[in-house]
């Protein structure tokens, strides 16, 4: 017997993650995610969504090459490791393509689930719910797989570091991950398993390697409560406008925006339909506990309601809000575009809890929004945050744990996964057990 692995997406690109592990007589499918360029372009034209149209734009894997290979009938489950859209956005449109179960922790599975009623479509798949750091068996044609969901840290709760038991060794999955030992929100990553594991055998690390290349440690989200302390607490900002903007799907750090504008005496709204999302998804799960003290709105009437009562009293509110990256239709682009009952005064407080997403078209959508908020004469705080990524020492940590036999490279070009195959070398192993490869190349381990 031997494994084959297919990557599908996030070997060409950042985004559209997704791998096919072929066991022989079973497969199974790891992620399933947008290319998420493709998607806000898309969003820009039209709103009416198929699977059809996103694989005409290369939005989504091309998880057809399953259909070339004769593999699509033996696909006996569908993991996604995390509740990012790069991971889980094409689902609801492919899924229904296979007769299996999708299996994820509890707070992506209600991501999920809140992504299919938004959308109206119905999923024949069984979604099955692991907890963190729990295990479940993969039923094959012949045979039973045990996969384990090791608790991982990243930028959004219930992250899992998948491991795949196969008769040949393991097959680990960590895309997208760091090594937080004091996350905000969860628990810090399982070492105790990783060592556990890593004595029974790793054939294959297939590894989050976008920053790779960046010769540091990626600091604690603990940082990042720091930072956002410092410009929210001891910043001048009383009576004036305040607005924060950040990833909808970062829980801690949400929990971290409410905490200080709790100690600023402040109203906190969230507003957008993403963030309502995120939210109502981790407070069904049990991990959202600042729910209660904030209020959120979302469609344009409760929207214009809201923004109307801020305006008056500016300096009782705190905003929080979609649009970190310019994104056309967002609530900040909206509010900047004077398409919301809101305008801005001078030297209102606008803090970016976030980092640009390094593709043409948001540095574009980015830097139009930072030029229409300076022309409101706004005061910006910009990168008020700490990366969801392993940095290059994180890496090299967590590779010297896991002692895998082979290493994989994932999320990003060439460009981003050379440097962990430098990496690689630099760590003692030989060319031919580290692998640079690209979507729809077949890598086979005897």
Do not use: W
């Not at 999708?102 to 689930?113: G, M």
């Not at 309601?305 to 809000?321: A, D, F, N």
């Not at 606008?350 to 574009?364: K, M």
């Amino acid at each position: 017997m031997s494994i084959r692995i297919i990557p599908l997406g996030g070997f060409n690109e950042v985004g559209k993650n997704m791998v096919a592990i072929d066991l022989g007589e079973d497969v199974i499918l790891l992620d399933g995610g947008f290319y998420l360029p493709a998607i806000v372009a898309l969003q820009e034209t039209e709103r009416v969504y198929s699977e059809k149209k996103f694989r005409s734009i290369g939005a989504i894997p091309d998880d057809t090459i399953l259909d070339k290979l004769g593999l699509r009938d033996k696909v006996r489950a569908i993991i996604p490791s995390h509740a990012h859209l790069d991971h889980i956005g094409a689902l609801p449109y492919i899924a229904n393509r296979y007769n299996a179960d999708i299996i994820a922790t509890p707070f992506t599975i209600e991501v999920l689930k809140s992504l299919l009623y938004d959308e109206k479509i119905q999923l024949k798949n069984k979604l099955i719910p692991i907890q963190p750091n729990g295990s479940y068996y993969v039923q094959g044609k012949n045979r039973k797989y045990k996969v384990d969901f090791i608790n991982i840290t990243h930028s959004t709760p219930q992250s899992a570091f998948l491991a795949i038991h196969t008769p040949d060794g393991i097959v680990a999955y960590s895309n997208d991950f760091k090594l937080d030992n004091n996350p905000i929100l969860g628990l810090k990553p399982n070492y105790q398993k990783m060592e556990e594991i890593a004595k029974e055998g790793i054939k294959v690390l297939i590894c989050d390697s976008l920053y790779a290349g960046d010769d540091r440690k990626t600091a604690s989200e603990k940082v990042a409560r720091t930072m956002l302390e410092d410009v929210l607490l001891n910043t001048e900002n009383r009576d004036k406008g305040l607005l924060v903007t950040t990833f909808s799907s970062h829980i801690a750090r949400l929990k971290s925006i409410v905490d200080f504008g709790k100690k600023l005496d402040r109203k906190i709204i969230f507003m957008g339909r993403s963030l309502a999302k995120y939210t109502k998804a981790a407070n069904k799960v049990n991990i959202c506990p600042f729910i209660k003290d904030v209020e959120i709105a979302t469609y344009r009437r409760q929207l214009e309601k809201k923004l109307k009562t801020v305006q008056k009293s500016r300096g009782e509110y705190m905003i929080v809000c979609t649009g970190h990256q310019g994104e056309p239709g967002s609530i900040l682009d909206r509010m900047a575009r004077n398409k919301l009952h809101y305008q801005f005064n001078n030297q209102d407080h606008v803090i970016f809890s976030s980092s640009t997403i390094p593709t043409e078209i948001t540095i574009e959508n980015r830097a139009a929004l930072d030029t229409r908020l300076k022309k409101k004469k706004v005061r910006m705080f910009t990168n008020v945050h700490v990366s969801g990524h392993a940095g290059r020492e994180d890496l090299r940590d967590f590779i010297n744990i896991l002692n895998p036999q082979h290493i994989i490279p994932a999320h990003g070009p060439h460009e981003k996964t050379q440097p962990l195959i430098d990496l690689g070398k630099e760590l003692g192993y030989k060319p031919k057990f580290l692998h640079l490869t690209s979507n729809g190349e077949k890598l086979v381990f005897n």
